[in-house]
T-cell receptor, first 119, second 109 residues
Framework: DTAVSQTPKYLVTQMGNDKSIKCEQN?????MYWYKQDSKKFLKIMFS???????INETVPNRFSPKSPDKAHLNLHINSLELGDSAVYFC??????????????????FGPGTRLTVL | DAKTTQPPSMDCAEGRAANLPCNHS???????VYWYRQIHSQGPQYIIH???NNETNEMASLIITEDRKSSTLILPHATLRDTAVYYC??????????FGKGTKLSVKP
């Protein structure tokens, strides 16, 4: 029944490792997002995909690579993890379409978050 | 950077209306105002959005000034479960949300 789900909920790993976070939405939305919330609680967008195509790529290290196998899934793979990657990562989906550029249909539904701790 | 300004914190008595202000003086004509809240590290939750007219749904009411430079989110009967950080956001042109620091609302018994 969960609209936007993420796995795992918690992820503890060592520096230098590679890890993935998975996200799935069952809302039939075309657009999905990844956000990062750091220790100061600032929530910033990282990526956005519309129907499997990348449409937003903020200034994020290329160690972060999103992958969208279909429009219901947007996974986040992180290579060579660093201490500064520790944060809560939220996935979101939206009924937004590219034909509505000013965000009139941009309400987003967020997943529960994945707390990543890099030791 | 966020296009909105909100007070960092507010208190509200349980059962009373909570009125959360937001300034967005640089808003463009076609940009919407969105409100979200985040309860204790859960994922942000959509509340309401509007363009020019006042809006109401089962969660809240949104009052937008005629010049659209500010708005107020109203929770008509605040409960303890409404304690959260409330974010006022002007919709980005690519649909991305630019979160500011928000207002930490504390509902007290």
């Amino acid at each position: 029944d969960t609209a936007v789900s993420q796995t795992p909920k918690y992820l503890v790993t060592q520096m230098g490792n590679d890890k993935s976070i998975k996200c799935e939405q069952n809302l039939g939305h075309d657009t999905m997002y990844w956000y990062k919330q750091d220790s100061k609680k600032f929530l910033k967008i990282m990526f956005s995909y519309n129907n499997k195509e990348l449409i937003i790529n903020e200034t994020v290290p290329n160690r972060f690579s999103p992958k969208s196998p279909d429009k219901a899934h947007l996974n986040l793979h992180i290579n060579s993890l660093e201490l500064g990657d520790s944060a809560v990562y939220f996935c979101a989906s939206s009924p937004r379409t590219l034909e509505d550029p000013f965000g009139g249909n941009a309400e987003q539904f967020f997943g529960p978050g994945t707390r990543l701790t890099v030791l | 950077d966020a296009k909105t300004t909100q007070p960092p914190s507010m208190d509200c008595a349980e059962g009373r209306a909570a009125n959360l202000p937001c300034n967005h003086s640089t808003i463009s004509g076609n940009e919407y105002v969105y409100w979200y809240r985040q309860i204790h590290s859960q994922g942000p939750q959509y509340i309401i959005h509007g363009l020019k007219n006042n809006e109401t749904n089962e969660m809240a009411s949104l009052i937008i000034t005629e010049d659209r430079k500010s708005s107020t989110l109203i929770l008509p009967h605040a409960t303890l479960r409404d304690t959260a950080v409330y974010y006022c956001i002007v919709g980005g042109s690519q649909g991305n949300l630019i979160f500011g620091k928000g207002t930490k609302l504390s509902v007290k018994p």
